[in-house]
Nanobody
């Protein structure tokens, strides 16, 4: 079993930045691609971005390209989501997820999930 714990959420003004962290325990972190998803009130959970096990390849949803950056430190079992130029529409609960030996934009293909961290962007 892999346990994921997110941190770093909070309240920020539009145009500001936040960095989310997700630390894993209980598995071999480098075997997993890591994804970030978000869920706004009353909406479905959607893909934000993902990073392959090596950290060399990332992918993002169009709405965050150029503003969000995913990175990982396999030595620390941690993945990061750096969010810049935040907009009110980025307000959501952000979740990290782990997918074994593959990577996908489909949340149903992820094996483990964190509890989520709230990000609120005020206008």
């Amino acid at each position: 079993q892999v346990r994921l714990v997110e941190s770093g959420g909070g309240l920020v003004q539009a145009g500001g930045s936040l960095r989310l962290s997700c630390t894993a325990s209980g598995g071999t972190f480098s075997n997993y691609a890591m994804g970030w998803f978000r869920q706004a009130p009353g909406k479905e959970r959607t893909f934000v971005g993902a990073i392959r096990w090596s950290g060399a390849v990332t992918r993002y949803v169009d709405s965050v390209k150029g503003r969000f950056t995913i990175s990982r430190d396999n030595a620390k079992n941690t993945v990061y989501l750096q969010m810049n130029s935040l907009k009110p529409e980025d307000t959501a609960v952000y979740y990290c997820a782990a997918q074994y030996l593959a990577w996908s934009t489909n949340l149903n293909e992820y094996n483990y999930w964190g509890q989520g961290t709230q990000v609120t962007v005020s206008s």
